[in-house]
């Protein structure tokens, strides 16, 4: 028996992978780091429905993904200039990473919710840290030379 929905549903993972492409070609290192924190967001959402629904393996790689996802933003962080700063990161991330790995283990929906808030609230200071760079340039670029 055909799905119907099957061929919609493999165009749309295909255009969801060329996206992804694009986005990465040229983005900034700055944006490389909101893509994995959105991609992380997104499995652990994921990984949340298909425990609800008790579909084990697709949990297990979702929950897998973000973990590694997890580890490259470990990886990205600079512990020379970032300081102290990258050290608390640092330690986070790893305490995500256990709580992710507890949270497959135990089928908790919880500490998927935790871990999702954590990394959302981490991302919402990489975003702001966007923003005030992004409206910084445009200041600069109006600002009136002097007479």
Same mark, same amino acid.
């Given at each position: ?66 973990? *590694? =996802? @997890? ?5 990205? %962080?600079?512990?020379? &200039?970032?300081?102290?700063? $990258?050290?608390?990161?640092? +330690? ?17 929906? *919880? =500490? @998927? ?5 954590? %990394?959302?609230?981490? &991302?919402?200071?990489?975003? $702001?840290?966007?923003?005030? +760079? ?14």
């Amino acid at each position: 028996m055909n799905n119907p929905n099957l061929g919609n549903i493999l165009a749309l993972k295909e255009y969801n992978k060329i996206n992804l492409q694009t986005s990465i070609e040229g983005a900034s290192p700055h944006r490389l780091i909101q893509l994995l924190m959105d991609g992380a967001l997104a499995r652990l959402t994921q990984a949340k429905g298909h425990m609800k629904a008790n579909s084990i393996a697709q949990k297990g790689e979702d929950i897998s993904m973000a973990i *590694s =996802i @997890i580890g490259g933003l470990r990886d990205s %962080l600079n512990h020379d &200039k970032g300081g102290s700063m $990258a050290d608390n990161l640092d +330690s986070l991330y790893e305490y995500m990473t256990y709580r992710l790995m507890e949270s497959n283990l135990k089928n908790d929906v *919880s =500490i @998927i919710d935790e871990v999702h808030g954590l %990394l959302t609230e981490i &991302k919402s200071a990489w975003d $702001a840290i966007a923003n005030q +760079s992004v409206a910084a340039q445009v200041e600069t670029r109006f600002e009136q030379p002097a007479a």
